[in-house]
């Protein structure tokens, strides 16, 4: 695992009360023009094969109007399924975008309305399928077990220095 830029203590704690668990903290201003590529906060590792699916269980409490958290493939071009905090509410939707020095190229695919967990909690995993050749998909669950499929099929495109990668 890597850090998309270099690594702050703010961003994270590993959650004593929850063993065995990251906690990752939303973190505001840290892109240019609202750019992903320029979002620091990314933790990261390479593809682990020509072919894999990657799951996580996300716990989302939001606190403000843009927090987000979800699963991207990162590269020159991104993709990315979160939960996100709008004006209206709470929604998990797929998204892509592309470099851009000075904009956000970065456009909403499809999104749906998220159900709480709890109280102020919403609890999903979301998964990305890469098949072979690098096309990728991503899907959702609230039970971890039936995933729903969101949004196009993307295609992930190497980072500067080196290949894709997928995380958080």
């Known amino acids: ?64 109007v843009g927090d987000k958290s979800g699963l991207v493939v990162m590269g020159q071009e991104w993709g990315y399924l979160a939960l996100y905090k709008t004006s209206d509410g709470v929604r998990i939707g797929a998204f892509k975008g592309r470099y851009e020095q000075y904009d956000d190229a970065t456009e909403e695919l499809a999104s749906v309305p998220a159900q709480l967990s709890s109280d102020d909690l919403y609890t999903y995993h979301l998964k990305v399928t890469v098949e072979q050749g690098g096309s990728y998909h991503f899907s959702y669950s609230l039970d971890g077990i039936e995933f729903e499929p969101i949004g196009d099929s993307l295609q992930a495109k190497a980072g500067v220095w080196i290949g894709a990668k997928v995380g958080l």
Do not use: C, E
């Open 1 to 64: 695992w890597q850090w998309h830029a270099n690594p702050n203590p703010a961003w994270y704690s590993l959650d004593k009360a929850r063993p065995g668990h990251v906690r990752l903290y939303a973190y505001r201003n840290m892109t240019q023009s609202g750019n992903f590529y320029f979002v620091g906060n990314l933790l990261l590792q390479k593809f682990s094969a020509p072919a894999f699916s990657a799951v996580t269980r996300i716990d989302f409490r939001p606190a403000a």
